[in-house]
Nanobody
């Protein structure tokens, strides 16, 4: 059973930075892609960023130039560096991994951006 464990969420002020980390129980190259979704209160879950097995990254328009996704092959982790955070970035962030059409999910970590 694939396990993903997120860490790094918290409460920050607008303009500050935060890094989320996702540790996966298997070699990350076993997956076609890994990344992060988020869900804000009252909204649908949306893709924030992902990275495929070849290293190609993809970002939601709302986070481009502020967030960076990267992986540590030795540690089997996928991290999300979030800069210049805004109140609209508030939500629960979920790490995922995908093999073909099957997704595996972490338990989620709360990110709150408020002054």
């Amino acid at each position: 059973q694939v396990q993903l464990v997120e860490s790094g969420g918290g409460l920050v002020q607008p303009g500050e930075s935060l890094t989320l980390s996702c540790a996966v129980s298997e070699n990350i190259f076993n997956f076609n892609a890994m990344g992060w979704y988020r869900q804000a209160p009252g909204k649908q879950r949306e893709l924030v960023a992902d990275i495929n097995v070849g290293g190609t990254t993809n970002y939601a328009d709302s986070v481009k130039d502020r967030f960076t996704i990267f992986r540590d092959n030795a540690k089997n982790t996928v991290d999300l560096q979030m800069n210049s955070l805004k109140s609209e970035d508030t939500g629960v962030y979920y790490c995922f991994s995908r093999i073909l059409r099957r997704h595996y999910w972490g338990q989620g970590t709360q990110v709150s951006v408020s002054s």
